[in-house]
């Protein structure tokens, strides 16, 4: 009994030492140890022995047991050792290597166009609100003094969902929100998207962004409108800028002007830029309609108001001197990149 323990502890110690890899390990473990292990077959076997040997037996059978573990443990160590290092040296970085620079994008010009405006009129105390994009008919045309049969529904044909909903053409639309929501005072700006049926061109886009502005209050005059809007102006295009307004006609404003600067690259003299005029259109404005005041409760012997609509991809373009609309959209991040 004690030579074939021998013999069987010898071979494991020998099956071990040669296992190269954990399958051959445990492929030792299994011959040896296993249910169907020589080692435990010799434990079947007991049985066999005279009852007085069994416990010297057992004990040599248990030693030769540990023995084993023993071994087959520390090779297991060996393993993940080796294994430890592979993986260590494999995914080792150097750190004197110069890093990766993260690729952070900026504002769209659009944005940083915005941001400037609403800097303005928060800075001048007005209050910046927001509108639905699709909107009633009512709010984008009636509100605002453009009965159905009105020729200026023409020229501002939309995107129609039913109807009584559409895609504003203006942010216009939200003057009466405001005034439905608010007392006055009234002192707000509201930027934003706005839809035309228009084809796309270099000044055209079947969506674009505008800022609306309406200020509602006791003795408000066009002297008022005028002041805000020429230092609005200086403070985009440049402190000598000037403004001139030329008479216009909107449905919801009387008065009504549209405003045109300086031409900021020539200083007026008129050059390329300006196409010879030396004047830039940037906005629609007026004081509002005393029927536009009525149709929301709002009594215009007390109260008058002015109103203003800036296009934001204009002032953008004009600010970064592009030349074609199309660019703002495309998102091409060689063009987005410049600003
Ligand atoms: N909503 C006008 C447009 O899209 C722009 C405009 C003109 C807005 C005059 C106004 C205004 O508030 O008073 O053409």
Redesign the pocket.
């Known amino acids: 009994m004690n030579d074939k323990l021998k013999e069987i502890l010898d071979a494991a110690m020998e099956q071990i030492s040669s296992a190269d890899n954990m399958e051959k390990l445990d492929a030792a473990r299994v011959g040896f140890l296993g249910k169907k292990g020589e080692l435990t077959q010799v434990l079947k076997g007991m049985r066999d022995v005279a009852p007085e040997d069994r416990p010297k037996i057992g004990q040599m059978v248990n030693e030769a047991r540990a023995v084993i573990e023993n071994s087959l443990a520390k090779k297991k160590e060996e393993f993940q050792a080796v294994l430890l290092q592979a993986k260590l040296s494999s995914e080792k970085i150097d750190v004197t290597l110069p890093g990766k620079k993260p690729a952070i994008g900026h504002l769209h010009p659009n944005t940083v166009a915005l941001n400037e405006v609403k800097k303005f009129f928060i800075g001048m105390g007005y209050q910046v609100v927001d509108g639905p994009e699709i909107e009633h008919d009512y709010y984008n045309f009636e509100a605002l003094n453009i009965p159905a049969d009105h020729p200026a529904k023409d020229e501002q044909d939309t995107f129609y969902i039913n109807d009584d909903m559409l895609l504003r ?2 942010t ?1 639309s939200v003057q009466a929100h405001v005034m439905d929501e608010q007392k006055p005072p009234i002192k707000i700006i509201a930027p934003g998207r706005v839809f035309r049926a228009d084809e796309v061109d270099a000044t055209h886009s079947p969506s674009f962004h ?1 800022v ?2 309406l200020v509602i209050d006791k003795d408000v005059t066009f002297a008022d409108l005028k002041g805000t809007l020429a230092e609005f102006a200086k403070k985009i295009f440049g402190e000598d800028t000037r403004v001139k307004f030329r008479p216009h006609h ?1 449905p ?2 009387e008065p ?1 002007a549209e405003m045109d600067v300086s031409c900021f690259k020539c200083g007026g003299k008129g050059c390329r830029f300006c196409k010879g005029e030396g004047w830039i259109e940037i906005l ?3 004081m509002v309609h005393p029927h536009v005041l009525e149709m929301r409760g709002i009594d215009p012997e007390k109260y008058q108001g002015f ?3 800036i296009g934001l991809e204009r002032i953008a373009l004009l600010k970064y001197e592009v030349d074609d609309m199309r660019l703002l959209y495309e998102n091409d991040t060689r063009f987005l990149k410049q600003f």
């Open positions: 053409t203006q216009s505008q609306e502005g909107f919801f404003t009504s629609g404005c007026g109103a203003f609509g």
